[in-house]
Structure formats: structure tokens, C-alpha cells
């Protein structure tokens, strides 16, 4: 069987399986880190549709990268008086910044030919 995102992210913060009262607060995390990526450029095909499952009922596997950083992201804001927070975090806007710049990862960026060309008559 499959691991979800969201068990995947719970190992890592070394949380029980079988415990769920952070459940939300996780999924929460999981999802605002996604977003965070793709509002950066990240494409949103390499990021996983959290609506998507598979046959088995797990969702999609992620990509290696983007499962690195939604646990770091997990680790730097899960909880209260995170004393790792700063590391983490500044980790996580590193490897974002690199996801950003591979053109595997990276939201292709178009220039519509007309406000190029306008941009130029009107200097």
C-alpha cells in the first residue's frame, strides 16, 4: 500500500500513525506549502492534485524534490516555540529557490509578443 502525502509528512515529524489529533493541522501544511510553491513558480504539473487518488486509495506519489520540501516546510511550522524554525525554514526557501530555477520544475515564463515589442516602440 501506498503512503499519503499527509503519512508520509506525520514519519517525519515522528507522529504515530494511529495518531490523528494533528491531522488537520498537517493537511493544512501540506496543502499552504503547495501553494506557496506554485505561487513562486514552481509548475503545477509537477505538484500533486491532493484531490487525486489512486486505485489503491493513496494519493499520487510526489516527486522526490517537492516531497523534500513539504517536509521541511511541515517541520518548520508544525507546532508552537519551534527552536529549529529559523534552520528549516531558510532550508526550505532554499530548496525552493532551486525548484524554481530547474526548467523541469520551473512555471515556463511566456512574453506576449506584443507587449514586448510595445514595450520597446514606446522607450
Known amino acids: 500500500m ?36 506554485e ?14 487518488t489512486t486505485s489503491s486509495g493513496a494519493e499520487e506519489t510526489l516527486d522526490p524534490l517537492i516531497e523534500r520540501a513539504v517536509i ?21 526557501e532554499s530548496q525552493k529557490q532551486k525548484l524554481c530555477i530547474v526548467t523541469d520544475y520551473a512555471e515556463p515564463y511566456v512574453v506576449e509578443e506584443e507587449e514586448w515589442f510595445g514595450e520597446i516602440l514606446d522607450t
Do not use: Q
Request: proline letters at 1%.
Open 72 to 92: 521541511t516546510y511541515s517541520k518548520a511550522f508544525f507546532g508552537y516555540e519551534n527552536s529549529d524554525y529559523e534552520k528549516l525554514f531558510s532550508s526550505y
Open 2 to 37: 501506498l503512503e499519503t502525502i499527509k503519512d508520509i509528512v506525520k514519519k517525519h515529524l515522528r507522529i504515530s500513525a494511529s495518531v490523528t489529533a494533528f491531522d488537520d493541522e498537517i493537511k493544512n501544511l501540506i496543502k499552504a506549502c503547495l501553494l506557496d510553491l
Open 39 to 52: 505561487t513562486s513558480g514552481v509548475a503545477s504539473s509537477v505538484l500533486p492534485d491532493l484531490s487525486i
